[in-house]
């Protein structure tokens, strides 16, 4: 099975920034799309970014259009999401996912994505 392993969250001031990596093994990634879903307490998981696997298409949620930017290093495996202007609404648990098929009309649903890391909190204070 793949393993994901994110990394970089933590406690951050309004208005500050934050990088979260996503490291990935037992795939080859060069062929899959890669993403960041969070939930918040309470919420349901929603969708963050999304990167696809030729590396020139990146979808963003529109509340974190602008802010944040999300890129990938297929000869690491590994998925960042640079986050900038961080606001309190962004506190949440962030995971990063992997999907071998990509669904145009659906790739916000979690339940199209295959293969989820454990999650990092970030929490953003006012």
């Known amino acids: 099975q793949v393993q994901l392993v994110e990394s970089g969250g933590g406690l951050v001031q309004a208005g500050g920034s934050l990088r979260l990596s996503c490291a990935a093994s037992?795939?080859?990634?060069?062929?899959?799309?890669m993403g960041w879903f969070r939930q918040a307490p309470g919420k349901e998981r929603e969708f963050v970014a999304a990167?696809?696997?030729?590396?020139?298409?990146?979808y963003y949620a529109d509340s974190v259009k602008g802010r944040f930017t999300i890129s990938r290093d297929n000869a690491k495996n590994t998925v960042f999401l640079q986050m900038n202007s961080l606001k309190p609404e962004d506190t949440a648990v962030y995971y990063c996912?992997?999907?071998?098929?990509?669904?145009?009309?659906?790739?916000?649903?979690?339940?199209?994505?295959?293969?989820w890391g454990q999650g990092t909190q970030v929490t953003v204070s006012s």
């Open positions: 996912a992997v999907t071998p098929t990509w669904w145009y009309d659906n790739y916000r649903d979690h339940r199209r994505w295959d293969y």
């Open positions: 037992g795939r080859t990634f060069s062929n899959t799309d």
């Open positions: 990167a696809r696997r030729n590396g020139g298409t990146t």
